[in-house]
Nanobody, 124 residues
Framework: QVQLVESGGGLVQPGGSLRLSCAASGFTLGYYTIVWFRQAPGKEREGVSCISSNDGITYYADSVKGRFTISRDDGKNTVYLQMNSLKPEDTAVYYC?????????????????WGQGTQVTVSS
């Protein structure tokens, strides 16, 4: 069965850190570009970060630049999103998906593989 599974979300205080994982099963993650989106209640989905499959291109939204780091371990079939200096406005459900990644932005569609999402809550 082809799927992406996110994990690592939870409740953290402002200024804290979390590391999200996006694990693939049923396909080789190394052949795919992975993108991260997030969606907070009542807000539009926001592209957060992405990492390309073969040329090391990464992208970060301005809202997370300098605080989030994306990486991949193709041997573990997993992509990570390290989130530091978390703020209450980072609270959202975070989704990983296959897609496209450029230095200027990212994209995905319903035709790509998507995970089920993991909740991140930043609150004191």
């Amino acid at each position: 069965q082809v799927q992406l599974v996110e994990s690592g979300g939870g409740l953290v205080q402002p200024g804290g850190s979390l590391r999200l994982s996006c694990a693939a099963s049923g396909f080789t993650l190394g052949y795919y570009t992975i993108v991260w989106f997030r969606q907070a209640p009542g807000k539009e989905r926001e592209g957060v970060s992405c990492i390309s499959s073969n040329d090391g291109i990464t992208y970060y939204a301005d809202s997370v630049k300098g605080r989030f780091t994306i990486s991949r371990d193709d041997g573990k079939n997993t992509v990570y999103l390290q989130m530091n200096s978390l703020k209450p406005e980072d609270t959202a459900v975070y989704y990983c998906a296959t897609g496209t990644c450029r230095r200027t932005g990212l994209s995905s569609s319903s035709r790509n593989y998507w995970g089920q999402g993991t909740q991140v809550t930043v609150s004191s």
